[in-house]
Structures are given as C-alpha cells and as structure tokens.
C-alpha cells in the first residue's frame, strides 16, 4: 500500500530534549516536506526536499533541522525543543512538489 | 511573499445544499492544489489545478489563474464532507508550498 508514514505519532517532551521525528515514503517520490498545523494559521511549511541531498527553507525553519541521506526517509529534527514549537507536524511526499501525499500527522507537547 | 486568502472561514450546511469555497492568491502561481482535513486530522488531496476546471464525483473545482482565484464546489453536501477544505499554491521561482487558513465545514444531518 502506497503510503507516508511518520512516528511516533504523539510526543509529550520537556523543553531543550533533542527529539527526532521519523518520515518514510514507499512511493519513490522525490520530494517531501515537513509542516506545522497550528490553529487558525492552517499548515505552514518548515522544510522541503526536492531530492537526496537537497533541501531547502520553507516559510518557519527556525529551531529546526532536516536530513535527506535515502530517497524515502526524511527525519525532522528538534535540538532544543521550546514550547512555541508544540504543534501538529506532518510529512508529505510527491513525485514532484505539487499532488503531496500527507502521512497521518505527529502531535508534539513540548512542556 | 504570496498570500492566500481562504472564504468563508467557517460554513454550516444542511445535509443536501451546495456550497462554494473560494480561495484567493496575491501573485502567480505554478501550482494549485485543493485538500480536505477530515475530523480525525487526516489530509486527503481532492484536485491539482493550476488553471481550468476539474470535477470528481459531487466536487469539482475551477481556477483562473489570470484572476488569481480557485473555487471548489460542493454539490450534495453529505455529513461526510465535514471537516477543513485548504487550498495550497506553489510559489513561482521555488517549490515552496504555501496553504491558506482553510474554510471549516460542518454539514448538519
């Protein structure tokens, strides 16, 4: 089954904890992305991945980080968790940057 | 940077009417897509469409990019189509991808 996956899905952390978040893709896209949701803002993107090795800032990186070693993996990064960055996160795949498939969602506390 | 302007915010429908979300853009676009964000946060992608008109079952959606504007329409609501509707553009001259604040639905049984 065609899907994007993302764990954990729920995370309640204290704040300056490194944590990361797991995405993988089996559809062999080249692109991925990593967005917040947060309420009445809709989601906002953090970081995008046009391929292995490339990545590039989207609209809110700061106080994140992002690697792109494989085609299907795409881990989120938080060195030093605060509490502004409790959200909902979710990673989305596609072949190429329009039509993204979007995995189930991680909700993040950071405390 | 671009700007996405989602309309209305909020809609209560009763079971069976029709209804039209808008979604407004401040520059050219390349891309334009259409998603739903059932209650259980789940995002489901309806349309790609970055100009012209395309209808799946009882949504269809329309975009005119010289106007800077894509409509979605709602046909038959059922109470299945609660939930969030987000229109996202991609920038031109980059891959960002930006979402409007989205228009909540609630369809009334």
């Known amino acids: 089954e065609a899907q994007v996956t993302q764990n954990p899905r729920y995370l309640i952390t204290v704040t300056g904890k490194k944590l990361t978040v797991t995405c993988s893709q089996n559809m062999n896209h080249e692109y991925m992305s990593w967005y917040r949701q947060d309420p009445g803002l809709g989601l906002r993107q953090i970081y995008y991945s046009m391929n292995v090795e490339v990545t590039d800032k989207g609209d809110v990186p700061e106080g994140y980080k992002v690697s792109r070693k494989e085609k299907r993996n795409f881990p989120l990064i938080l060195e030093s968790p605060s509490p502004n960055q409790t959200s909902l996160y979710f990673c989305a795949s596609s072949l190429r940057s329009y039509e993204q498939y979007f995995g189930p969602g991680t909700r993040l506390t950071v405390t | 940077g671009i700007q996405v302007e989602q309309s209305p915010p909020d809609l209560i429908l009763q079971e069976g009417a029709n209804s039209t979300l808008r979604c407004n853009f401040s520059?050219?676009?390349?891309?334009l897509q259409w998603f739903h964000q059932n209650p259980w946060g789940q995002l489901i992608n309806l349309f790609y469409i970055p100009s012209g008109t395309k209808q799946n079952g009882r949504l269809s959606a329309t975009t005119v990019a010289t106007e800077r504007y894509s409509l979605l329409y709602i046909s038959s609501s059922q109470t299945t189509d609660s939930g969030v509707y987000f229109c996202?553009?991609?920038?031109?001259?980059?891959?960002?991808?930006?979402f409007g604040a989205g228009t909540r639905l609630f369809v009334k049984a």
């Open positions: 520059d050219s676009v390349n891309n």
């Open positions: 996202a553009v991609e920038s031109t001259g980059g891959f960002k991808t930006i």
